[in-house]
RNA sequence: GUCCCCAUAGCUUAACGGAUAAAGCAACAGCCUUCGAAGCUGUUGAUGGGGGUUCGAUUCCCUCUGGGGACACCA
């Protein structure tokens, strides 16, 4: 990547430094700049534009410089502005034609292992809209993990033990019990949605039941697991109509069948972090963060979610993890502290838990905000959006949004603009692509195409070529920030680039060296906009 | 009451402390006898209020206003 090898070059000229390197605001102004000069000017007390040439000078006599920059000059007030140079931009359109779907791909990561848990819904209830948003920028977070060298497990975890299920139990017991003819009190704090009458149903009519139906007890068990069984299933087949697929669904129940939540509320004692209060055991937060002390063991003797979750967490280090990767719902804000003071007590390193949360999503009904809430039963259901929107427009829509950004889904208005979704944009752009080598019909020639590559030398031509070298950089970053959204951010970029260069020079016609050196270009870019968008989940179609 | 997040163009959003704040939609004006006009070009238009730090603040700090979220022995 040229802008790691030139923040390195530059911090070997000049140590003691601190600077950046940056993108110009204008392509007109270089395709990267450095601040150095206005460090370097305050700190010898020195006019930046003295300076600026002083460091031109050194950066110019340097070979390795001159091979990827033509240009490099000072703009005031303070900047260093680099251009790219002509060749080194064919050079990288043969090397992005040889190296095809893996364009961008490295191994700068070394393999190492990263487990990365979002979505985890609890098994209540149908994936919902709000569930999308963890979804699509997990899964394309774990495609860029991947790409970047990393070895990804994309994780889903079942809370399939607790309260909450039993409720949900409940729930199905008494609409199947109503189903009967019986009359139950449904009262507030159970499941209110249709899904819940409609499991009942089915176990009605499956004669599932008939055994135990005068056993209300043994029938919330029966109702609760068979609801779970079948709301994983569906929030599977969610998932994957969105184009998510995970490796692994992990039970919660599983770490206590087999003892491991008993075993580190051990660890934690012996190691002496645990003390009782009120009957309960507490957790010694405060050692490790500003925050409360909270409980693992409530005064009844089972355990707290938190202490499931440490386990839960010890369980994913034990499997051989080099780090762990939680996308939560910013819901989830205060339970970030427990749980990294929890794997700190069991001696991980603070850095190797990582906890993203992203902003909620609220639905706009008749111009008031309001939370889904499965409890409620008021919520849109992720298969109703993408029936209605379609995949590709759902998973772009949340991907080009900073995870802080607080969304109103307004559904109304999602229809209706889904026509006018950017995602289609970047896919005209690839149908345009493809129309281009079916109008051309021949075989693609890379030896031959490329050879030519040096005809290549509009401002759009040179604007695209320079668009195609950033891939590879924009992985690396987001593979270290996990800003995803400048993944679609650059997809936008790279079509917009490549819209000009169609509409500005005609890429089938007379000249058969020009048409071979564009079509080499078009190949540069339809290998780059098919990369980005496989990585995002989105399809890159030849018709639309 | 305490803590976290947010406020940018009419709307949805960008901008590691850097340059004239960038896109899409909407509005307006142009561009199809050649590869797909779902496109291209141009115009109008924005950092919630007040302080501070800095050579430089949308970005950092304080404060006010307005929104969202969390403050359980629920998960």
């Given at each position: 990547m040229?802008?790691?090898?030139?923040y390195?070059k530059?911090?070997?000229?000049?140590?003691?430094?601190?600077?950046?390197?940056?993108?110009?605001?204008?392509?007109?102004?270089?395709?990267?700049?450095?601040?150095?000069?206005?460090?370097?000017?305050?700190?010898?007390?020195?006019?930046?534009?003295?300076?600026?040439?002083?460091?031109?000078?050194?950066?110019?006599?340097?070979?390795?410089?001159?091979?990827?920059?033509?240009k490099?000059?000072?703009?005031?007030?303070?900047?260093?502005?680099f251009?790219?140079?002509?060749?080194?931009?064919?050079?990288?359109?043969?090397?992005?034609?040889?190296?095809?779907?893996?364009?961008?791909?490295?191994?700068?990561?070394?393999?190492?292992?990263?487990?990365?848990?979002?979505?985890?819904?609890?098994?209540?209830?149908?994936?919902?809209?709000?569930?999308?948003?963890?979804?699509?920028?997990?899964?394309?977070?774990?495609?860029?993990?991947?790409?970047?060298?990393?070895?990804v497990?994309?994780?889903?975890?079942?809370?399939?033990?607790?309260?909450?299920?039993?409720?949900l139990?409940?729930?199905?017991a008494?609409?199947?019990?109503?189903?009967k003819?019986?009359?139950?009190?449904?009262?507030?704090?159970?499941?209110?949605?249709?899904?819940?009458?409609?499991?009942?149903?089915?176990?009605?009519?499956?004669?599932?039941?008939?055994?135990?139906?005068?056993?209300?007890?043994?029938?919330?068990?029966?109702?609760?697991?068979?609801?779970?069984?079948?709301?994983?299933?569906?929030?599977?087949?969610?998932?994957?109509?969105?184009?998510?697929?995970?490796?692994?669904?992990?039970?919660?129940?599983?770490?206590?069948?087999?003892?491991?939540?008993?075993?580190?509320?051990?660890?934690?004692?012996?190691?002496?972090?645990?003390?009782?209060?009120?009957?309960?055991?507490?957790?010694?937060?405060?050692?490790?963060?500003?925050?409360?002390?909270?409980?693992?063991?409530?005064?009844?003797?089972?355990?707290?979610?938190?202490?499931?979750?440490?386990?839960?967490?010890?369980?994913?280090?034990?499997?051989?993890?080099?780090?762990?990767?939680?996308?939560?719902?910013?819901?989830?804000?205060?339970?970030?502290?427990?749980?990294?003071?929890?794997?700190r007590?069991?001696?991980?390193?603070?850095?190797?838990?990582?906890?993203?949360?992203?902003?909620?999503?609220?639905?706009?009904?008749?111009?008031?905000?309001?939370?889904?809430?499965?409890r409620?039963?008021?919520?849109?259901?992720?298969?109703?959006?993408?029936?209605?929107?379609?995949?590709d427009?759902?998973?772009?829509?949340?991907?080009?949004?900073?995870?802080?950004t607080?969304?109103?889904?307004?559904?109304d208005?999602a229809?209706?603009?889904?026509r006018?979704?950017?995602?289609?944009?970047?896919?005209?752009?690839?149908?345009?692509?493809?129309?281009?080598?079916?109008?051309?019909?021949?075989?693609?020639?890379?030896e031959?195409?490329?050879?030519?590559?040096?005809?290549?030398?509009?401002?759009?031509?040179?604007?695209?070529?320079?668009?195609?070298?950033?891939?590879?950089?924009?992985?690396?970053?987001?593979?270290?920030?996990?800003?995803?959204?400048?993944?679609a951010?650059?997809a936008?970029?790279?079509?917009?680039?490549?819209?000009?260069?169609?509409?500005?020079?005609?890429?089938?016609?007379?000249?058969?060296?020009?048409?071979?050196?564009?079509?080499?270009?078009?190949?540069?870019?339809?290998?780059?906009?098919?990369?980005?968008l496989?990585?995002m989940?989105?399809?890159?179609?030849?018709k639309?």
């Amino acid at each position: 990547m040229v802008k790691d090898w030139l923040y390195k070059k530059i911090a070997e000229e000049f140590h003691g430094v601190d600077f950046d390197i940056l993108t110009p605001p204008e392509p007109e102004l270089g395709d990267y700049s450095t601040n150095l000069v206005f460090a370097l000017a305050k700190r010898d007390k020195q006019n930046p534009a003295d300076v600026a040439k002083e460091v031109i000078g050194k950066l110019s006599a340097d070979r390795a410089v001159s091979d990827f920059f033509q240009k490099i000059e000072f703009a005031p007030p303070g900047f260093i502005n680099f251009f790219f140079n002509e060749r080194f931009l064919r050079d990288n359109l043969g090397e992005i034609i040889k190296r095809g779907d893996k364009y961008g791909a490295s191994n700068l990561a070394k393999g190492e292992n990263i487990n990365l848990e979002f979505v985890s819904a609890n098994p209540t209830g149908p994936l919902t809209v709000g569930n999308a948003r963890a979804a699509s920028f997990g899964d394309t977070l774990g495609n860029v993990f991947k790409f970047a060298g990393y070895s990804v497990t994309k994780e889903y975890y079942i809370n399939d033990v607790g309260v909450q299920v039993r409720i949900l139990g409940e729930s199905v017991a008494k609409r199947f019990l109503e189903l009967k003819g019986e009359k139950v009190i449904f009262g507030e704090n159970l499941y209110q949605g249709d899904y819940v009458a409609d499991i009942a149903r089915e176990i009605q009519e499956k004669k599932l039941a008939s055994a135990i139906e005068n056993d209300f007890e043994a029938l919330v068990d029966f109702c609760r697991d068979y609801a779970v069984a079948g709301l994983i299933k569906s929030a599977k087949e969610s998932a994957e109509k969105l184009g998510v697929k995970f490796d692994n669904w992990f039970s919660e129940k599983q770490l206590h069948d087999s003892g491991e939540v008993k075993n580190i509320l051990s660890v934690l004692e012996k190691a002496g972090y645990v003390y009782e209060k009120d009957g309960a055991k507490w957790l010694k937060v405060s050692e490790f963060e500003k925050t409360d002390d909270a409980v693992l063991v409530k005064s009844d003797g089972s355990t707290s979610y938190l202490m499931n979750d440490i386990a839960y967490t010890n369980n994913k280090f034990k499997r051989g993890f080099d780090k762990i990767i939680n996308i939560w719902g910013a819901d989830h804000h205060g339970d970030v502290a427990r749980l990294k003071a929890g794997a700190r007590a069991l001696g991980f390193e603070k850095d190797k838990v990582e906890i993203l949360l992203h902003q909620l999503v609220l639905i706009k009904k008749n111009d008031e905000l309001q939370r889904m809430s499965k409890r409620k039963g008021d919520f849109m259901l992720l298969d109703d959006l993408l029936a209605e929107v379609g995949k590709d427009a759902v998973r772009f829509f949340f991907l080009l949004k900073d995870l802080n950004t607080h969304m109103e889904f307004d559904i109304d208005l999602a229809k209706e603009q889904s026509r006018k979704n950017p995602v289609f944009y970047i896919q005209y752009a690839t149908a345009r692509l493809n129309g281009v080598f079916q109008k051309y019909g021949g075989e693609f020639e890379p030896e031959n195409f490329c050879q030519h590559s040096d005809l290549l030398t509009s401002p759009d031509e040179l604007r695209l070529l320079s668009r195609l070298v950033r891939l590879p950089e924009i992985i690396g970053e987001v593979s270290k920030n996990y800003q995803v959204h400048s993944l679609a951010q650059y997809a936008t970029d790279l079509a917009h680039a490549f819209h000009r260069f169609y509409e500005s020079s005609h890429i089938i016609q007379e000249d058969k060296k020009l048409e071979n050196a564009r079509l080499c270009l078009a190949r540069g870019a339809q290998i780059t906009l098919k990369n980005t968008l496989a990585l995002m989940g989105i399809a890159a179609p030849e018709k639309m």
